[in-house]
């Protein structure tokens, strides 16, 4: 009722409000994801896609006239490498991801669902406490992907746990439904790994605060593969 | 032949990080936050993190140890939400919108059920 609606707007502090959107020509499975996201955070908004000429401080503004104070951008390089940056606007810091193993909730046959704009859990490895780049980024997560209680939009149960952990010096995103109250669980997608890239100090500008030592960009890792597999015929010759 | 230039170290500034990181967190109550951080459940699970260099190969050991990490979650949650008053089931008669709509979850159990036929009838 109307009155439920207000006391819930009395309580609602934590006032995150996360922006999804990408730059053009990201490929159809981004486009499925990012959906996939909107459906399960409540706090996000959407907006159409930007192309991007010169530099990436216009997305500080878009974010700012959408009234959001978080932002999941999604940038698509040569339609085939997925980067997402993930930030804090106007005060930083944005973290640059290389998205690899991407699936959707459409395309995995996973039995688990819950109710749309219910709260999650969110489960954190042990890992993220033990570096410094990690825990800003455990802090950035937990803002971007929990829902803020009584956020008006958001159903007052928390039914799924979305899990958070680091292999392979990689993020695993796991998204689970809470079955019985004893632990049972079942998965609802969506999957991916983000591959840490850099860290900057400030929204899309500013310092650069961290930069991965096991991240191979795409392109090179492409051309190393290729190198490799040219070998095999050079040997052959001589 | 040209010289390759010499390459700039890698950054890590951990003074940066850490204040950045104080500057970030938001000092909210539990309730809000809903944050876990521990280690998967068991203690073989440990184990297989030590042990194990080729994790993010192994599909199940990997999707396993995921399994376990958000089940440890839950059960060191399910107490704080009770205390708080937060339910993790909805009640009978209240209807929502789900995230997966009625007709994909038929198509899943369709499959599943075809699937389990499959194996049956090779048997």
Redesign the interface.
Known sequence: SSEDVQSMKCNW??KQKVLIFSTRGVSYLARHVMK?LR??MPHTKSEPKIEIRKSFSILNEVVELRNCNKVLFFDMKKKKDLYLWMG?VP???TVKFLVENLHT??EL???G?????S????????K??KE??W??I???L??IF?T??HQPKS?????H?L?F?I??N?I?F?N?Q?VE?N?A?A??GPRFVLNLHC?F?KSFCG???????QYIAPNLKRRLAKMKASQKYKERIY | NIEEKPKRP?????K???A??T????N?PW?????????P?SSKDAEIIENNED??DSDFK?EM???R???????D??PK?KKAN?????PDDYY?????SDE??KK?RE??VNRKTDIERRE
Request: proline share 4%.
């Open positions: 502090t934590n996939n459906a399960l804090n005060d930083g810091p909730m459409e046959k996973l039995t669902n819950c109710l749309k704009g709260r999650p859990l969110l489960s954190f490895d042990e993220f406490d410094s780049h825990k800003l455990k802090e950035l937990t803002q929990g803020p209680y159903q007052p149960f928390v039914d746990v899990s952990s292999i392979d990689k695993w796991r689970y809470i109250e632990g669980l998965e609802i860290i100090e310092m650069l605060l961290y930069e991965n030592p | 890698l950054i890590n500034n951990k940066a990080l850490d950045k990181y500057e970030l967190y938001l909210l309730t809000e936050r809903l944050d876990c951080t521990n280690a459940l994790l993010a990997r140890l995921f399994y990490q958000a089940q440890a979650a839950v059960i949650a399910l939400l937060i339910s993790t089931k909805r929502a919108q789900m995230a997966k994909h979850m899943i499959y599943l």
